[in-house]
């Protein structure tokens, strides 16, 4: 169910068990992610039924995850991440 090995964030969730969650609703969601570590949200979203409906925001404090992230997530599908960093 979950392989460790990809993990590129200490408290990564499986994307597996965000997408069965995402699937539990009716129909598109407006979905905030405020501690986006490696954006397994939203590739668990573009995986759920309703696919790229929903909306998302993901938001990461640590400039090197939110790198780390785009990239993670760029690998499998193109995507947009809005972001405001703290100067």
Excluded: C
Excluded at 20 to 45: C, H, N, V
Excluded at 47 to 73: A, C, P, T, W
């Amino acid at each position: 169910f979950y392989n460790r090995k990809n993990k590129i964030h200490p408290t990564q969730k499986p994307e597996e068990l965000l997408t069965r969650i995402i699937d539990t609703a009716e129909y598109p969601q407006k979905i905030l992610d405020p501690f986006m570590g490696s954006g397994s949200t939203y590739k668990a979203i573009t995986n759920s039924k309703f696919g790229d409906q929903h909306k998302f925001l993901g938001i990461e404090q640590d400039e090197d995850m939110f790198g780390r992230s785009l990239q993670y997530v760029s690998k499998w599908r193109l995507f947009r991440f809005f972001t405001q960093t703290r100067r």
